[in-house]
């Protein structure tokens, strides 16, 4: 039996909307309860608008309440690491968590997200004396 977090976001890759690139991206992030949430690309004709499969999957979950995560997965052709911008919201909502990469032929590599984003910024250096921001990962 496949890792359902897996299974997730390789159907979730099925559903990619990539017309304009043809870069079909799936993610799945399993929360704190053991949910599992799925995501895809959602691309515009309007490029720049492009939301990438792990933000959509994220922004899902949060939708559904949760704001603790365990895991991630992704699939791309390649097995692709995430890009920048997914990167830093990975580490807002999520903190040091393992991302396992699948490329088309099954072939699996796991990353942690603190060795994709050194020395980043957040929550900490919005955080001031008398307007404390808590760690919005909940993971520490
Ligand atoms: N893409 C993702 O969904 N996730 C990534 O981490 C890298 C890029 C998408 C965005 C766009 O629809 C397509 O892949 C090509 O850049």
Not at 20 to 28: I, L, P, Q, R, T
Request: charged share 25%; glycine share 10%.
């Amino acid at each position: 039996m496949m890792d359902p977090l897996l299974e997730a976001a390789i159907d979730a890759r099925g559903k990619a909307h990539a017309p304009y690139s043809n870069y079909k991206v799936g993610a799945a992030v399993e929360t704190e309860d053991g949910e599992v949430v799925p995501g895809c690309n959602v691309e515009s004709s309007s490029f720049g608008l492009t939301v990438c499969a792990e933000r959509v999957a994220l922004g899902a979950a949060v939708a559904r309440g949760h704001n603790s995560f365990k895991s991630m997965a992704i699939v791309s052709r390649d097995g692709a690491t995430p890009c920048g911008a997914c990167r830093q919201i990975i580490w807002d909502l999520c903190g040091n968590l393992p991302i396992t990469l699948i490329d088309e032929d099954g072939k699996r590599e796991t990353v942690m997200s603190g060795d994709l984003l050194p020395k980043p910024f957040d929550h900490r250096n919005l955080a001031a004396v008398d307007r404390p921001i808590e760690d919005p990962s909940g993971n520490s």
